[in-house]
């Protein structure tokens, strides 16, 4: 790997643990401004102070983001985007290009793939030319990658999720983001099939802290590489503090119990 990604991607996932947190906060174009990213820069401010490692924005909020003090944090810009208003809300299309990732200063950046919808050609066809771009510049490339179209009776089905992480690897991408499948088990097939490093979704807002901590301890069990979530992160009542209990479990290896005991009352 040539160094100029490697050093980026040092900025991405911890050095020692060789796991991330990051937290995608590019909802805003997909369904507008959302209780927790109202603003961008006081979002980014909770996120770092928390311990993330890295935030996943689109082009427009990298300044609106930018901090002029405090740790540093990993710039992942998003190159693709669709809407929930369009007739076609699971089509992707590129907004950005690498080079302007570059120029504002990115560390990283993603693409997002819907397997199984009608345009999946167009979309497949821009995560493979923009995984060709991004090598060439030693830019390391997340890929998004979900099973939603008319033939997907279970987008968490663990052949399903292995084909999407499958997908992304085969692709060019660094970095595989998929949902999590229910349990280490199957999810460590996911895992297997994928020789890069594959992070968690969200995927629908949670009913408890608990149940986040342990999908990411189970999914990090299975050899995850750690998780990518956003509204189950930005919109928690004290988002700060659950990066915390996230940073124990992916960076310290505390248990589930230890790392929500960190946030109880919050």
């Not at 900025?11 to 997909?30: A, E, L, Y």
């Not at 603003?39 to 990298?62: F, P, S, Y």
């Not at 199957?186 to 408890?208: M, T, W």
């Amino acid at each position: 790997m040539m160094i100029g990604k490697r050093i980026r991607l040092e900025r991405i996932f911890n050095r020692d643990t060789k796991r991330t947190i990051i937290v995608p906060m590019d909802h805003g174009v997909t369904v507008g401004p959302i209780a927790g990213i109202e603003d961008i820069r006081e979002t980014v401010t909770k996120m770092v102070n928390g311990g993330a490692n890295a935030g996943l924005v689109h082009k427009g909020c990298v300044s609106c983001g930018h901090r002029a003090s405090g740790r540093d944090f990993g710039c992942i810009v998003h190159l693709s985007a669709g809407t929930n208003l369009s007739p076609y809300p699971n089509v992707k299309r590129l907004v950005t290009s690498v080079e302007e990732a570059i120029r504002i200063g990115a560390d990283g950046v993603s693409v997002h793939v819907n397997l199984g919808d009608e345009t999946e050609g167009q979309m497949l066809a821009d995560l493979g030319k923009t995984a060709e771009t991004a090598a060439y510049w030693g830019m390391p490339l997340l890929a998004m990658v979900y099973a939603r179209g008319p033939k997907v009776k279970d987008e968490y089905d663990p052949d399903t999720v292995a084909h999407c992480a499958r997908v992304g690897m085969e692709l060019g991408a660094d970095v595989v983001k998929v949902n999590y499948t229910g349990d280490p088990d199957s999810f460590a097939r996911v895992v297997e099939c994928a020789c890069i490093p594959v992070v968690i979704a969200g995927g629908a807002k949670l009913d408890s802290t608990r149940d986040l901590l342990q999908m990411v301890h189970d999914s990090l069990a299975a050899g995850g590489a750690g998780l990518s979530v956003g509204r189950n992160v930005f919109q928690h009542k004290n988002p700060e503090r659950l990066v915390q209990a996230l940073d124990k479990i992916v960076h310290k290896g505390v248990g589930v119990d230890e790392a929500l005991d960190s946030i109880k009352g919050a």
